[in-house]
């Protein structure tokens, strides 16, 4: 019995010791592990993947616009003198030629008069010259007077003659300036600005610059400007349709068309002005206000579509981080095209099947590998 006390001993110790050594052991293991496994993981970083899709070839374009009338004019008067009587105020709708005020110019009639009256005295000292040139001709026929006689009433004749015709033109002069008297619009239109009374004197420029009477509008058709950024210029062309909304009339749009193009960028703001025109019959859209003017894009090709979180800016150009069929990234200089907000145009650089990845890292580089996250990207 002595003799086993010591084996029992030995056994009983290295039970413990074994114990001791599985409890202290494991969990060091177990932990050592998980390190190795995180450590994997964070050397093959998980991605979120989209394919690219075919753009559309339509676009949206909006942008603000300035409605102006399609005709606009200042009316002058062409005489001075004083306001006898207007026919037309603000709002008064107006046809081409209608009258619209008429100015009072004594001095103008007086001066036509008095011409009136040179032109006569002129006509019979003419005809008296002509009389007696025709007659000193007939004598000289007759060698019953000198030649030097004769030439020098023909010449009387031609001197009367030019004084006439000086004379007819004067009252031509005046009855022109006479019938500034009366003034007229030049097309149809509304009366928008009235700046004269009766009586006012009117100055028709001689001892400054001239004041209009009125401003006159054409408001049943009209003129909608709009600035395009010139990344989108190449997409405008006469013909192009456009929808003009405005705030004052909320959920309701007016149809127009790019009528023309100013042909060239403004090296100010790198912008193409546009006209656009629109039908105004019943006056609802009044000039100088504002409008929202939604312009329809078409693209002949469209490219491909991404979301704008795939691209990455680098020195080399924009570029876009694929992964092939191994796991492996590559990096992809793309050619950027249209701009569509949350989503950009691709024009070159990929073929369509590829897997690009969404939100990339800074720190992403070519030959890295990945492993692809299956579930969707909300990005995408």
């Not at 690219?52 to 676009?59: H, I, K, L, N």
Request: charged share 20%.
């Amino acid at each position: 019995m002595t003799r086993l006390r010591p084996r029992k001993f030995v056994f009983v110790a290295a039970v413990v010791v074994c114990t001791a050594l599985v409890i202290g052991g494991v969990p060091r293991l177990v932990a050592r592990g998980k390190v190795a496994r995180q450590t994997q993981m964070l050397s093959k970083p998980t991605v979120s993947v989209v394919t690219p899709t075919r753009a559309p070839a339509q676009q949206l374009l909006v942008l603000p616009g300035d409605i102006q009338a399609y005709q606009r004019a200042g009316i002058y008067a062409r005489t001075s003198g004083y306001l006898k009587h207007w026919y037309a105020d603000i709002g008064t709708h107006v046809k081409s030629g209608q009258l619209l005020a008429d100015i009072e110019a004594p001095e103008i009639d007086a001066q036509l008069d008095q011409a009136r009256s040179d032109a006569a005295m002129a006509s019979a000292n003419y005809q008296i010259a002509k009389v007696t040139a025709e007659r000193w001709e007939d004598m000289l026929s007759k060698n019953a007077v000198s030649k030097q006689s004769a030439e020098e009433n023909e010449s009387i004749m031609q001197a009367k003659q030019a004084t006439l015709a000086a004379a007819l033109d004067n009252v031509k002069r005046l009855e022109q300036l006479q019938s500034y008297e009366k003034v007229y619009a030049p097309f149809d239109g509304v009366i928008t600005v009235r700046n004269v009374d009766v009586g006012a004197l009117i100055d028709a420029g001689n001892s400054g610059p001239p004041a209009a009477l009125f401003e006159l509008a054409e408001t049943d058709r009209l003129r909608i400007f709009v600035d395009v950024p010139q990344d989108d210029a190449a997409y405008i062309a006469p013909g192009t349709k456009a929808q003009l909304t405005l705030p004052q009339y909320p959920g309701r749009s007016f149809a127009g068309t790019v009528a023309r193009t100013a042909g060239a960028i403004d090296p100010r703001n790198r912008t193409l002005r546009v006209e656009v025109d629109m039908a105004n019959p019943d006056g609802t859209l009044l000039p100088g206000a504002f409008a929202q003017v939604s312009l329809t894009l078409t693209s002949a090709s469209p490219g491909l579509s991404l979301p704008a979180n795939t691209l990455l800016f680098r020195p080399q150009g924009v570029q876009v981080a694929v992964v092939d069929a191994s796991g492996v990234v590559r990096l992809r200089t793309v050619t950027l095209g249209r701009d569509f907000g949350t989503r950009v145009e691709i024009r070159s650089g990929l073929t369509g099947s590829e897997q690009v990845v969404v939100n990339p890292s800074d720190a992403i580089s070519a030959g890295q590998a990945v492993s692809i996250d299956r579930q969707p990207s909300p990005s995408a």
